[in-house]
């Protein structure tokens, strides 16, 4: 009778070990590992964020895809665009306006108005 008394208590301790060992290792899932909830909820927010890119991406593309062909076939419009950006036809001529720095007017030739002004002014004052 003693044995069947010490195989149940066997078996009790064996359960126990199992389920110690099973607590241990969802217990280091949750808490230590990769797994954990706070990772698996940062890896779901960026693979939200990432497909939404992905979304946006795919619309602008369709959109530079129909600007592509609707400038396919208007060659006024893909000109006006190309002249926007700069580009020029061979052959054209080029007139380049370069603002003058402030500092340019000391070299620039006297105002003739100016001189009068301050001419007539030291007359007043004398």
């Known amino acids: 009778m003693s044995r069947p008394l010490a195989d149940r208590r066997q078996r009790r301790r064996q359960k126990r070990a199992f389920l110690a060992a099973v607590a241990a290792l969802v217990g280091y899932g949750l ?3 990769d797994h954990r909830p706070h990772h698996l909820g ?8 990432t497909e939404e890119q992905i979304a946006e991406l795919r619309r602008d593309h369709a959109d530079l895809t129909a600007q592509r062909d609707a400038f396919e076939d208007d060659l006024f419009t893909l000109e006006a665009l190309a002249r926007r950006k700069g580009m020029i036809r061979p052959g054209d001529v080029v007139y380049r306006i370069v603002p003058v720095p402030a500092d ?10 100016r001189a009068d002004s301050s001419a007539q002014q030291s007359r007043a004052d004398h």
């Open 42 to 49: 940062l890896l779901y927010l960026e693979e939200r964020r």
């Open 31 to 33: 808490f230590v590992g």
């Open 104 to 113: 340019v007017d000391s070299l620039a030739p006297p105002n003739p108005l």
